[in-house]
């Protein structure tokens, strides 16, 4: 079955620093989302891709956070500066044109000290 | 506004039967998702439910919808120590990027 991958599973980063969390969608997925995932708190929703552009941005995704698809088939995340808050689990989703089928990576653990 | 709501915790014993509840805010989802995610893991989707339906039935799972007062339950027949985990509910806002909203889980405690 299609998986959407997520790399790295763990990062350890130093306050300050950019880190960049990188996905790889199932391939005929259309739609690209971020959510992240704070320690023992709800998932919450970073931002959605469409079409080569960002459809939708959470009070989350200030200008400190950007996304990217470089390359046709890797969707990544920036975090420009690392603030400590920043530490959470981060998911990739990707999703078909139906309005079902949603597929999320395994995460990627941000620890940020 | 855009909220969905869960209890937070469930302690069933081993055999019984679990039930997780969950109210969600749009009207016009087409479709309600069921996630589980064990101790560190990733969100596994553990069944969905089309909004023209009021029941879905998968082995030992019983998802059952109420459209008028937007609640949406997960039943978990003869729940066994494998089911302990966090159980999150989960709504699509399509005219926002297809934007999932999530509930705030409910672990669900299983004791042998």
């Known amino acids: 079955e299609p998986e959407v991958t997520q790399t790295p599973s763990h990062q350890v980063t130093q306050m300050g620093q950019e880190v960049i969390l990188r996905c790889v969608p199932i391939?005929?997925?259309?739609?690209f989302y971020w959510y992240r995932q704070i320690l023992g708190q709800k998932v919450e929703f970073l931002v959605s891709?469409?079409?080569?552009?960002?459809?939708?941005k959470s009070e989350i995704f200030d200008d400190q956070f950007s996304v990217e698809r470089p390359d046709g088939s890797n969707f990544t995340l920036k975090i420009r500066s690392t603030k400590l808050e920043d530490s959470a689990m981060y998911f990739c989703?990707?999703?078909?044109?139906?309005?079902?089928?949603?597929?999320f990576g395994s995460g990627t653990r941000l620890t940020v000290v | 506004g855009e909220d969905v709501e869960q209890s937070l915790f469930l302690s069933v014993r081993e055999g019984d039967s679990s039930v997780i509840n969950c109210t969600y805010t749009?009207?016009?989802?087409?479709?309600l998702y069921w996630y589980k995610q064990e101790p560190g893991a990733g969100l596994q989707l553990l069944t969905y439910?089309?909004?023209?339906?009021d029941m879905k039935q998968d082995q030992r799972l019983t998802v059952l919808l109420n459209k008028k007062d937007k609640h949406l339950s997960l039943r978990i027949a003869d729940t066994q120590t494998g089911d302990s985990a966090i159980y999150f509910c989960?709504?699509?806002?399509?005219?926002?990027?297809?934007?999932?909203?999530f509930g705030q889980g409910t672990e669900l405690s299983v004791k042998p």
């Open positions: 391939s005929n997925h259309l739609y």
């Open positions: 891709f469409y079409n080569n552009e960002i459809s939708e």
């Open positions: 989960a709504e699509p806002i399509y005219n926002q990027g297809g934007k999932l909203i």
């Open positions: 989703a990707s999703k078909d044109k139906s309005n079902y089928g949603y597929t």
């Open positions: 439910i089309f909004s023209n339906m």
């Open positions: 749009d009207s016009s989802s087409t479709y």
